[in-house]
């Protein structure tokens, strides 16, 4: 793991488009095609506008997938991620394929025809940000680490759903769902490079456990640390409680 501290978000997106743009390149040198675990958040806003402007990509050739969704919750709602990956992924990209999550279906269902469609999928990179509790996709503590199925239904917690309600999208928080389909954590590690972006204060706490804490189920996207090839991105002042961590380079006891 390589963690990259920025002075603002902007300089952090700026390098991490550049290492995304690099992977993809590599990808479609080697294979002719792409396939990219897309992320929604506030985290991912700058980094989506500066990969666009990266040169060289051929995005026909790239596949994406819809890392979580709420279930029950239509795409035409502001607050589903639908919504967000059409605006900001599908429109300005332009992909091959978006393979989105159908939240209107049955959540079991949807959750194997999902698991079909990427078994066997190289997938060459993943970009994820972090929840406030230190959840990944929608993997909720305690997360299963070893868990078979590449999508699972999952349960949110009251701090997740504090987290949604505070984006402005739901007007009250019964209106933010309680179940949501989100790729598993072992799915996400299958991806060949990981990129985690983590921005503003708000995330202080949530980057501090993941980054410094044990790695544990009760902190889910402590598991990255284990990933070979993941790369973290913060600002300074997601990054201010940090201070075991050595920014910039691997830290010892982990994967390399
Ligand atoms: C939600 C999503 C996560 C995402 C996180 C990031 O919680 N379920 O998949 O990683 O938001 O939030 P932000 O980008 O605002 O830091």
Redesign the pocket.
């Known amino acids: 793991m390589v963690v990259r501290v920025f002075p603002s978000i902007l300089e952090a997106a700026r390098d991490a488009s550049k290492e995304a743009a690099d992977v993809i390149r590599r990808a479609l040198d080697s294979r002719g095609e792409a396939c990219i675990v897309a992320?929604?958040?506030?985290?991912?806003l700058e980094f989506l506008r500066q990969l666009r402007q990266q040169p060289g990509i051929n995005w026909e050739r790239i596949t994406f997938f819809h890392?979580?969704e709420f279930v029950g919750l239509g795409p035409e709602h502001p607050g589903s991620f639908a919504t967000y990956l059409k605006e900001h992924i599908v429109e300005r990209f332009q992909p091959g394929h978006f393979y989105f999550i159908n939240s209107l279906a049955k959540p079991h269902d949807e959750c194997v025809r999902l698991s079909q469609l990427i078994r066997n999928k190289t997938v060459d990179l993943a970009f994820?940000?972090?929840?406030d509790n230190g959840?990944l996709?929608?993997n909720e503590p305690p997360a299963d680490f070893t868990v078979e199925e590449p999508f699972l239904v999952v349960s949110l917690q009251h701090a997740?759903r504090l987290?949604q309600l505070r984006t402005g999208n739901f007007k009250r928080l019964e209106e933010v769902p309680q179940q949501a389909i989100t790729m598993s954590v072992p799915q996400i590690m299958r991806s060949k490079q990981i990129l985690t972006?983590?921005?503003?204060e708000h995330?202080q706490e949530a980057a501090r456990n993941c980054l410094e804490g044990a790695v544990s189920p009760r902190c889910p996207a402590s598991v990255l640390r284990r990933h070979p090839r993941n790369t973290w991105y913060l600002d300074s002042s997601a990054s201010a409680l940090l201070q075991g961590t050595v920014v910039g380079s691997k830290r010892p006891n982990d994967a390399d």
Do not use: C, E, P, R
Request: charged share 10%; net charge neutral; hydrophobic share 30%.
């Open positions: 992320a929604t958040g506030n985290s991912q890392l979580d994820t940000g972090i929840g959840h996709g929608f997740t987290q972006l983590v921005m503003g995330k």
